[in-house]
């Protein structure tokens, strides 16, 4: 059983930086995607950005060109660099590990607040 657990979170400014990290822990998997989703209050979640094992990346419109997800294979780990930030950021952010038979492992989140 694949368990993501995030770090990172917190309260910045608009304009600011954070970092998230997700470690997939456990035994006896390979993964294959890992990602970020988020959710703001009285919103549906929503896809931010994901990566596969060998690199490619996909992102929302609406943080391309701000936001930059990598991850360390190695380690099962995964970042999610975020610049520029604004006020509509603000969400509980969820890291996913898929593994190679598409099983989805979430984690159970970080909160990111953005004040203006």
């Known amino acids: 059983q694949v368990q993501p657990v995030e770090s990172g979170g917190g309260s910045v400014q608009a304009g600011g930086s954070l970092r998230l990290s997700c470690a997939a822990s456990g035994s006896g998997f390979n993964i294959n995607v890992m990602g970020w989703y988020r959710q703001a209050p009285g919103k549906q979640r929503e896809l931010v950005a994901v990566i596969i094992t060998r690199g490619n990346t996909n992102y929302a419109d609406s943080v391309k060109g701000r936001f930059t997800i990598s991850r360390d294979n190695a380690e099962n780990t995964a970042y999610l660099q975020m610049n520029s930030l604004k006020p509509e950021d603000t969400a509980a952010y969820y890291c996913?590990?898929?593994?190679?038979?598409?099983?989805?492992?979430w984690g159970r989140g970080t909160q990111v607040i953005v004040s203006s």
């Open positions: 996913i590990a898929d593994d190679i038979w598409g099983r989805r492992s």
